[in-house]
């Protein structure tokens, strides 16, 4: 059961350059979302979707775009790279109902140079 | 908006003795969920426990418990005959019920819980 997979682990980058992060579950779960953590500040939402096709901001989205085109995979993007978005990003999923758990990816550690 | 307090940067605790983590959280929502989250050097978070605001009973896993005081909006962790591989970073998360903010977690800023011999 591979739960949430986030690619890559690592990634290195200029200022101005652009990359997609990935996000794959194998859960079927409905909710999917995006958060950075940054050293003192704990989690902060960026993007996150309630189903295929839809999709809305969290507290930071600004620089950052995202689409959900199936149930398995919300890809975020970084158009233009700066040095505030070196940060870890986790990918969370969480099934619909009453259970209300999130289940996190291992995180893929950005630096910006 | 919602907020979540974290007061202790920094907790140590002796193998098998009991460790409490604090959290409290400002909401004007009657009903929502709270969890604490355990985030080892690996980075991965993981769920510890959960409690739902309209139960009264603490949440209990295993050596894991909560004290859920709604009206003081306290959600505190005890961590009973705390083992070496209980040493991580604790963070405590609140979440609304409310449809629009269906997958927003919002994070306390966490305890570094260190598990001395």
């Known amino acids: 059961n591979a739960g949430v997979t986030q690619t890559p682990k690592f990634q290195v980058l200029k200022t101005g350059q652009s990359m997609t992060l990935q996000c794959a579950q194998d859960?079927?779960?409905?909710?999917m979302s995006w958060y950075r953590q940054d050293p003192g500040m704990g989690l902060r939402l960026i993007h996150y979707?309630?189903?295929?096709?839809?999709?809305d901001q969290g507290e930071v989205p600004n620089g950052y775009n995202v689409s959900r085109s199936t149930t398995e995979d919300f890809p975020l993007r970084l158009l233009s790279a700066a040095p505030s978005q070196t940060s870890v990003y986790f990918c969370a999923s969480r099934e619909g109902g009453s259970k209300n758990i999130q289940y996190f990816g291992a995180g893929t550690r950005l630096s910006v140079l | 908006a919602q907020t979540v307090t974290q007061s202790q940067p920094e907790m140590s605790v002796q193998e098998a003795e009991t460790v409490t983590l604090s959290c409290t959280y400002d909401?004007?929502?009657?009903?929502?969920?709270l969890f604490w989250y355990k985030q080892p050097p690996s980075r991965q978070m993981i769920l510890v426990i959960r409690q739902e605001a309209y139960k009264q009973q603490n949440a209990t896993e295993n050596r894991f418990s909560v004290n859920f005081q709604k009206a003081a909006k306290s959600f505190s962790l005890k961590i009973s005959d705390s083992q070496l591989g209980d040493a991580a970073m604790y963070f405590c998360?609140?979440?609304?019920?409310?449809?629009?903010?269906?997958?927003?977690?919002?994070f306390g800023t966490g305890t570094r819980l260190q598990v001395t011999l």
């Open positions: 859960m079927n779960h409905e909710y």
């Open positions: 909401t004007s929502e009657s009903d929502y969920y």
């Open positions: 998360a609140y979440r609304s019920p409310l449809a629009g903010t269906a997958s927003k977690l919002t």
């Open positions: 979707s309630v189903g295929a096709g839809i999709t």
